[in-house]
């Protein structure tokens, strides 16, 4: 009874053998795996980017709530300044003295509403600043997502090279793959 099917072990040491000395082999795989390792750092560049852009998106939303909040107390004041108008003007009216309070207490009010009004102003500047270098980080974080899917890219055909050992598509791996890098490089150095 036979124990199996003969494998040609001897076949199969050359093959293997004569891929490892295949200097084209070695090639493809040396730039696919330097193409690998820069694109899990662009990755991680996109990623760190888009988080900080969040962040900072975030930090924006919250000195845009302060801002209005500082607009809200800025038209109370108004308001209580108004009223503290209309009541002397009601006194003003009926022929009597206003209470000496009103002159000074529409005079507060007035400059309680000035450094109010300043005070929203910088929380307005400061979610403008939070928000524009947030969208420079998204910016930077499509480019980085770019480079990633042009070194991707240059992987698979990379592979595609390696199965077919065809130096054309190796080429182009090559081509994309430098479009990628290129790419990472002026937007890391930005």
């Not at 929380?123 to 524009?132: F, Q």
């Amino acid at each position: 009874m036979p124990e199996g099917p003969e494998i040609d072990t001897d076949a199969v040491r050359d093959s293997i053998h004569e891929a490892h000395s295949n200097p084209f082999m070695k090639r493809v795989a040396l730039t696919t795996a330097m193409l690998a390792a820069l694109g899990a750092v662009a990755a991680l560049r996109a990623g760190d980017t888009v988080n900080e852009a969040l962040v900072l998106k975030t930090e924006a939303g919250r000195f845009q709530a302060e801002a209005s909040d500082q607009w809200a107390f800025y038209q109370a004041k108004g308001i209580k300044g108004h009223v503290e108008e209309a009541s002397r003007a009601a006194w003003q009216a009926a022929g009597k003295t206003p209470p000496s309070g009103i002159d000074a207490a529409i005079q507060r009010y007035t400059s309680e509403q000035k450094e109010i009004e300043k005070a929203a102003h910088e929380k307005e500047h400061e979610r403008d600043v939070a928000s524009m270098k947030a969208d420079q980080l998204l910016a930077h974080h499509h480019h980085f997502a770019s480079s990633v899917a042009f070194v991707q890219v240059a992987i698979a055909l990379g592979a595609v090279a390696a199965l077919t050992q065809n130096r054309l598509i190796w080429f182009g791996s090559l081509g994309l793959g430098i479009v990628g890098a290129t790419l990472f490089a002026i937007t890391f150095l930005q």
